[in-house]
């Protein structure tokens, strides 16, 4: 694995190097035990975060991409480039979106549509055909995942249909996308009492998000008393987050919770993430469900809202806190 020029410290964002305070873990659930759907309920709002196993993702198929993800990122930088600058979609090199966030590492952002895969295929080289099949293997197959954990989410809420939030993933103009993440290794952070930022500490904005890494740790939650929690890496799992949208789907009973990246002193970490999003016109507002005897937390907004207004805020930002009610009410008193 190509490995980036040595970083200028002070350039890049930096964090102390503390061990952990809390003795929490990251909920554990399987998916093929039949109080999964109870268990994916409590973490989602409790937590936020479950890793989940025997998920049903084949292994030859994340193999595959994982091969293929090496490969890509092993390319001269002149042949990723092909796929560069990403705005927003394409080959991305520490800047991370248009508003000064930066990290170590290099990422593909795509849409999770074949369509548009086979696209970037042809923009890029001849060389990443196989890659693009094993993208679109893998996004179909993570996509069925996402959409049966979201629909066991209702049985278990008793909401009809349901599909009731998976429609928004199945939906032919559904605005979902996938990252591919490479944190090269960093030897000048040996000696240093800190920890370089490899992807700044963000909530997703979309419904839920599917991550799977390699065996490189460098995953961070943050807890409720705002500490980090480092989640061990295990390639045979993946871990399962709720979005902002899900979050006002359920007017703030799921927790969209700040995570971030931190690069490893010796190995590289690869990460292939799913943001499942509604379509650009969706609208999103608390169910009923969740207005029995309460007020709406959350203002009603297009997906295409939210997004353009995450797109114009920085990663560390409260991005929901733009559409809450009160809010709104305190604008029309001023």
Known sequence: MVVLSNPVLDQLPLTKNQKPTNSMSLPIIDLSMSDSKTMILKACEEFGFFRAINH??????????????????????????KAAPAKPFGYGNRRIGPNGDVGWVEYLLLQAHPQFISQFSLHVSKKTGSFCEAINAYTFAVRG??????????EELKIEPRNTFSQYLMDKQ???????????????????????????????????????????????????DGSWLPVPPDPNSVIVNVGDAM??????????????????????????????????????????????GEKAIYQTFTWYEYKKAA???RLSDNRLDLFRTEEKEAGDTA
Do not use: W
């Not at 995942?145 to 209702?154: D, F, N, P, V, W």
């Not at 963000?202 to 939650?221: F, K």
């Open 311 to 313: 797109y114009a805020s």
């Open 56 to 81: 049903g993702i084949p292994k030859e198929v994340i193999s595959r991409l994982e091969e293929e993800t090496v490969k890509f990122f092993s390319l001269p930088l002149s042949e990723k480039d």
């Open 145 to 154: 995942l996402a959409c049966q954990i979201l629909e066991q989410i209702a």
């Open 247 to 292: 979050q006002a789907l359920t007017n703030g009973k799921f927790r969209s919770v700040k995570h971030r990246v931190v690069a490893n002193s010796k190995k590289s970490r690869l990460s292939m993430i799913y943001f499942g999003a509604p379509s650009l016109t969706a609208k999103v507002a608390p169910l009923p469900l969740f207005l029995r």
């Open 174 to 224: 559904s605005d979902s996308v996938f990252r591919l993440h490479h944190y090269p290794p960093c030897p000048a952070l040996v000696d240093l009492k800190y920890k370089l930022i490899g992807f700044g500490e963000h909530t997703d904005p979309q419904i839920l998000t599917v991550l799977r890494s390699n065996n490189t740790a460098g995953l961070e939650i943050c807890l409720r």
